[in-house]
């Protein structure tokens, strides 16, 4: 791939998680040299699903990885949301041909480490990618024509321009928005993956199913061409930790899944070993670029993932921020602010709505009743159109 759009100094990106890589890429594709740091020794990501709407897909169709990320994927017939209680279907979304007809393109879950490193390939095979782990930034000073990046091993690094991919905790965010720590939801995410073999024929299913209980959810679906079970089971609590990949405690669990249908509870009886994440998302903000230095993905706009949308508005932030560089490559503070001007709104919708489906989902009483009368009177056509805001877009 030649240089055509930045001489010799690279844009600096800060974090190489789904964001990072993907944005590493999509750059590059356009002609800029890039550096990436990475904190972590290696790159990787914690064993767990995603689901990924169409929109994603029309975002790594312009960057030409669509075929690659679906070579790992599930295509799941449908998406199915349960009573927790009583066992009831509430709503049966078909994902086939007749959603495909709908928004152009496919939905797929996938294993995190899947497209993470399909991704990572994209980016090894690109002559101006320099991918460098081990290194965590510290801090950025703006100067005339670009920053300095500081590392925490004291190393100094120029760039033209940084973005902060850093994630949900992201240093580079601090001093651009300044807005503090994340806000804690009280909600905890309890996610483990077993093998096709580990789980009970009757109990497999391929679709996304969502048991949706009093304070609490237990969704799976499974990955990898099927070849693994993703389980997550999500629920009210205080407790708070950083990190996304603490071990979380089984009795915990218990307290908040008695009761539930056997179905959810011979399925959360399998599992040794849960991962615990304490869900954290912030208010919605615009002003995340100033000067060469912006931000992309959680560290941008973390949401919870009611909507199933992080890593997929990650991915069209990185479309989106690389086209907008290469259509002012000389000019990146404007392209900078006419990439967050086309995606604030967006991102800071599914920010919101994000917190109205977690509602939803783990509505009780008179509450659950009015939200199974309303999803249960959709035709699919219906249920498409309520999402078309997001998965036609951008
Ligand atoms: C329970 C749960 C379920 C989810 N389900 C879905 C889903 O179904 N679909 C979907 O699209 N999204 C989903 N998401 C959201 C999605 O996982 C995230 O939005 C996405 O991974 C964000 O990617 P990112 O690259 O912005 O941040 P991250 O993945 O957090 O990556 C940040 C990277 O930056 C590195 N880093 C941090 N600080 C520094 C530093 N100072 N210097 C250098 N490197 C640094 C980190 O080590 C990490 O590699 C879910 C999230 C959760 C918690």
């Known amino acids: 791939m030649a240089s055509t759009n930045g ?46 709407g169409p929109n994603i897909f029309r975002a790594l169709d312009k960057i030409g990885l669509k075929d690659a990320v679906l070579a790992d994927v599930h295509r799941p017939p449908a998406q199915e949301m349960r009573d927790a209680l009583t066992g009831e279907l509430i709503t049966h979304i078909p994902l086939g041909p007749a959603f495909f007809e709908r928004f152009g393109q496919p939905y797929a879950v996938t294993h995190r480490a899947d497209i993470h490193a399909t991704f990572l390939k994209a980016c090894q095979s690109s002559n101006l990618i320099a991918l460098e782990t081990s290194r965590r930034v510290d801090g950025f000073e703006e100067h005339g024509n670009g920053v300095v990046v500081t590392l925490e091993n004291g190393e100094r690094a120029e760039g033209r321009a940084l973005i902060g991919c850093d994630g949900v905790w992201s240093k580079v965010r601090e001093r651009i928005v300044g807005d503090g720590k994340p806000r804690v939801s009280g909600h905890i995410a309890y996610r483990a993956v077993l093998k096709r073999s580990e789980v009970p024929d009757d ?43 603490a071990e979380g405690s089984k009795d915990l669990l218990w307290k908040h899944f008695q009761g539930l249908r056997p179905e959810v509870l011979r399925l959360l009886e399998l599992i040794d070993t849960w991962r615990m994440w304490v869900l954290c998302d912030r208010e919605p903000v615009k002003n995340w670029s100033r000067g060469h230095t912006t931000l992309l993905g959680d560290a941008a706009h973390p949401m919870l993932q009611y909507l199933a949308q992080g890593a997929c ?70 249920a498409y159109d309520g999402i078309a805001w997001l998965y036609g877009g951008p």
């Open 313 to 382: 508005m990650a991915t069209e932030d990185a479309v989106a921020l690389a086209e907008k560089a290469a259509s002012m490559p000389n000019d990146l503070p404007g392209a900078f602010k006419a990439y967050e001007q086309a995606r604030y709104l967006r991102t800071g919708r599914v920010q919101i709505m994000a917190r109205v489906y977690g509602d939803f989902y783990h509505a009780r009483g008179v509450t659950a009743e009015l939200r199974d009368i309303a999803l249960a009177g959709r035709t699919p056509q219906q």
């Open 203 to 245: 109990l497999w299913r391929p679709d996304v199913v969502l048991w949706a209980g009093p304070r609490c959810h237990f969704v799976h679906y499974p990955l990898r061409r099927g070849e693994l079970y993703n389980l997550v089971a999500v629920f009210h609590s205080d407790h708070y930790e950083e990190g996304w990949n």
């Open 7 to 52: 001489g010799s100094t690279p844009i600096l990106v800060s974090g190489g998680g789904i964001g990072g890589l993907a944005v590493a890429y999509a750059l590059a594709r356009q002609g800029f040299p890039v550096r990436l740091f990475e904190q972590s020794s290696e790159f990787r990501e914690v064993g767990a699903g995603i689901q990924l």
